[in-house]
């Protein structure tokens, strides 16, 4: 159950996606997120469909490992497309009772349902096809200007490159205890909402008690290696940008300005 | 009489569907008899932990089948939920599972869960700290007060607790000193002789395993490779090494001993058996 989890994986390969710089693909999804949201048409949906599309065919990403990702998100999507399919005001097509549908309910449901759907997939898409360190120094060389107006750039990146470290590790010692709990009769599938509550603790308390430590040891072994911030530190690989990066971000500032034109001309 | 437990081309395939998939257990026949004290070795990767995972049902197999007592382990969730009773595991580093405030509201989680009575729990909690050496008074303070040893002892004490016909222990002496490995490797024998029970003992020592286990079974890339007693399997020494394995010590001293020529048998695996080939009848003196 735990092996679900899908946040943060990386899923290697050697595709034109896979090695782009992580900053082009960083821009990339903000790019794209722009453009999902500014997209209000048909058409203006579509274009950002068929960009989704070719990225997810040149990655070689299975669809299906993006629906995975999409699984714990099913009962928002749901009720997202409940709540504007009831409640939006406008010509009705269908009525009952107290339900009416109408056609602006049909339209939004559907665009929200699209938008949400297309935002996950794509960010999925990002963290599927980019390993955890190339994603952190990337977002670090990014926010490097930042560093003027006195904001620890290196400290949270290298924050967040813990912790996306740790998740992998943290799930599989989660496992570990819930087996081991188990094998002294522990039973995490049945009873109330409170008895189920009760029933994490000999879970959640010995994983608190492990990262704690966990914690400790990095600190240490950090020190020992002469951590200090990040004055003076060099990159052992230094990203540069390449051509493709170039035309990836030419797509990129294309697809979001096409679909603004096509806003403004209420397309 | 069936054995306690058997396993029928037992199969495991992690991540079946991913791009991590792969095999852990491949067609493995394997048995566990009332009462034996059976040692699996075999080297990192080989398949020893996910085998024990399956013998009280935490892992299900892909295909195969296990049979507790000769009846299906996966046959129904209450006969499932019953077996994890009568099948004990103790895991790799046992103490990161403690989580209660006291010592023994820990030992007693496993036969309260069992749903025993306050007498019967208390009664087994005492029992189980006694046969892994945790002295009364220690009973009552946070598990967490503890040095490495003695969680370890009430870790496997949690489990010793539920009074089980086959304790399963996945190196149970890992990280220890060797007094204190040797005093908890007594402690386990000590229970095997007081409830009959069977013991599955997975370690990295071969003196150990040479020393204690009735049965070996050498489990080498996703198979049982090898099994029999330490004598037979412990004969097999070139095919042991060639698996990542070793010979006990006095066994590669012997089969050196043979190779310079001199008219031993190499089939010793304690210092007593040797003592006995090479000094027929002063085995007391050592």
Redesign the interface.
């Known amino acids: 159950m735990l092996?679900d989890v899908t946040l943060g994986q990386f899923?290697?390969g050697n595709t034109v996606v896979h090695k782009l710089d992580p900053r082009t693909k960083l821009l990339m999804v903000i790019l794209y997120i722009a453009a999902l949201f500014t997209a209000k048409a048909f058409v203006s949906y579509g274009l950002v469909f068929l960009f989704l599309a070719v990225s997810v065919f040149l990655s070689k990403i299975r669809v299906s490992a993006l629906f995975k990702g999409l699984k714990p998100l099913m009962i928002i999507i749901i009720l997202t497309a409940f709540i504007n399919l009831f409640y939006s005001k406008g010509e009705p097509l269908v009525q009952f009772w107290i339900i009416t549908i109408t056609k602006e309910g049909l339209y939004n449901a559907f665009f929200m349902v699209a938008r949400i759907v297309m935002l996950i997939a794509g960010t999925f898409l990002l963290t599927y096809t980019t390993s955890p360190i190339a994603l952190t120094d990337g977002l670090e060389l990014l926010m490097n200007p930042l560093k003027k107006i006195k904001v620890p750039v290196h400290e949270l990146s290298m924050m967040m490159c813990i912790a996306l470290r740790f998740i992998p590790t943290l799930i599989e010692e989660t496992d570990?205890?819930m087996?081991?709990?188990?094998?002294?009769?522990?039973?995490f599938e049945s009873g109330n909402l409170l008895q189920r509550a009760k029933a994490l603790?000999?879970i959640l308390?010995?994983l608190f008690?492990?990262s704690f430590s966990r914690a400790d040891d990095l600190a240490t072994a950090m020190e020992c290696r002469c951590y200090q911030g990040g004055i003076g530190r060099t990159r052992m690989k230094q990203l540069t940008m390449a051509g493709r990066d170039w035309v990836t971000l030419s797509i990129g500032l294309l697809l979001l300005a096409a679909v603004i034109v096509l806003r403004v001309f209420a397309l | 009489m069936a054995p306690i437990i058997e396993t029928r081309q037992l199969c495991h395939v992690y991540?079946a569907g991913t791009?991590f998939e792969h095999i852990a257990l491949d067609h493995v026949d394997f048995r566990v008899e009332r009462g034996e004290f059976l040692g699996i070795i075999g080297h990192t990767g080989s398949g020893k932990s996910t085998l024990i995972?399956h013998l009280?049902g935490?892992l299900k197999p892909t295909s195969g089948q296990i049979l507790i007592d000769g009846e299906d382990l996966h046959q129904s969730k209450e006969f499932l939920?019953k077996t994890?009773?009568r099948v004990?595991?103790v895991?790799q580093y046992?103490e990161?599972?403690?989580?209660e405030e006291t010592v023994y509201k820990d030992i007693a989680?496993?036969p309260r869960?069992?749903g025993l009575s306050d007498r019967e729990i208390d009664r087994r909690v005492r029992e189980a700290a006694g046969f892994v050496g945790i002295p009364e008074d220690a009973l009552q303070k946070s598990p967490?007060d503890l040095s490495g040893g003695q969680k370890r002892r009430v870790a496997i004490a949690?489990?010793i607790a539920?009074e089980p016909e086959v304790l399963i222990l996945d190196e149970p002496t890992a990280g220890l000193d060797p007094r204190g490995s040797a005093e908890i490797l007594q402690n386990i024998e000590d229970f095997r002789k007081a409830h009959n029970a069977a013991i599955v003992m997975v370690s990295h020592s071969m003196e150990d395993v040479a020393r204690l286990t009735d049965r070996i079974v050498v489990m080498n890339d996703c198979h049982a490779a090898m099994e029999g007693t330490a004598s037979e399997i412990f004969a097999h020494a070139d095919q042991l090494i060639s698996m990542g394995l070793d010979v006990p010590q006095i066994t590669r001293l012997f089969l050196r001993l043979r190779e310079l020529g001199m008219d031993v048998d190499p089939s010793v695996y304690t210092v007593e058996q040797a003592m006995r080939q090479l000094l027929p009848g002063r085995e007391g003196v050592c």
Do not use: C, E, H, T
């Not at chain 1, 087996?179 to 039973?187: E, I, L």
């Not at chain 2, 990161?96 to 989580?99: A, N, V």
């Open positions: 092996k899923f290697p570990k205890i087996s081991a709990q188990k094998a002294r009769g522990a039973d603790l000999p308390v010995p008690i492990s | 991540g791009p995972q009280n935490l939920r994890r009773f004990g595991l895991f046992p990161y599972q403690l989580f989680f496993g869960n069992m967490f949690g489990v539920m």
